[in-house]
């Protein structure tokens, strides 16, 4: 999600640059664009170009569409700045394909930064959820046939739903 800000390293740059070697000295920022790809491979261990456009198109859910011209150079950014590595794998029909992993200081990073900052963007999400919900609710005209209450019932039953999907695929990372 990370939308709100730069994810500034800058303030913990000594304690990064002492657990990573291949981070520059210099000051350390990542674009949110440039951590959710990072977080996006982290979830899934490695991914083509191809296959990132994809997953980042669904969890952008059509607010944004990710192009290949937007995400190659960030992908050779990240690397050059020793967060992603490459190699390849093998597809179904059999030719070998380019894919991105993180290296270790790319994981260490995403690490850092999520507990950092987790309660802040659950904070961010709720607000959103809250603010859009309540937009949606009132988009409608006066002279529709949805009622007010039924709106409501309705937007609360999505989140209901929403947030028992939430936990039960929270529940699987037990294993």
Not at 30 to 48: A, D, G, H, K, V
Not at 62 to 70: D, L, N, V
Request: no cysteine.
């Amino acid at each position: 999600m990370w939308h709100v800000k730069f994810l500034d390293l800058e303030d913990n740059k000594e304690s990064l640059i002492a657990d990573f070697k291949n981070i520059s000295k210099e000051k350390i920022k990542l674009t949110p664009l440039e951590f959710t790809i990072l977080q996006n491979i982290y979830n899934n261990r490695n991914l083509s170009g191809y296959d990132l456009i994809q997953s980042l198109n669904k969890h952008f859910a059509g607010t944004w569409e990710a192009k290949s011209g937007t995400i190659y150079p960030i992908l050779s950014k990240l690397k050059t700045d020793g967060f992603l590595d490459t190699g390849k794998a093998k597809t179904p029909l059999g030719p070998l394909k380019k894919v991105y992993f993180l290296t270790k200081s790319g994981e260490n990073i995403i690490k850092f930064k999520v507990k950092q900052n987790f309660q802040e963007q659950i904070n961010f999400i709720e607000n959103f959820i809250i603010e859009f919900a309540t937009f949606y609710v009132h988009s409608f005209s006066e002279n529709e046939d949805n009622y007010l209450e039924d709106r409501i019932i309705k937007v609360q039953n999505l989140l209901k739903q929403v947030f028992e999907n939430i936990n039960k695929k929270i529940s699987h990372l037990k294993s």
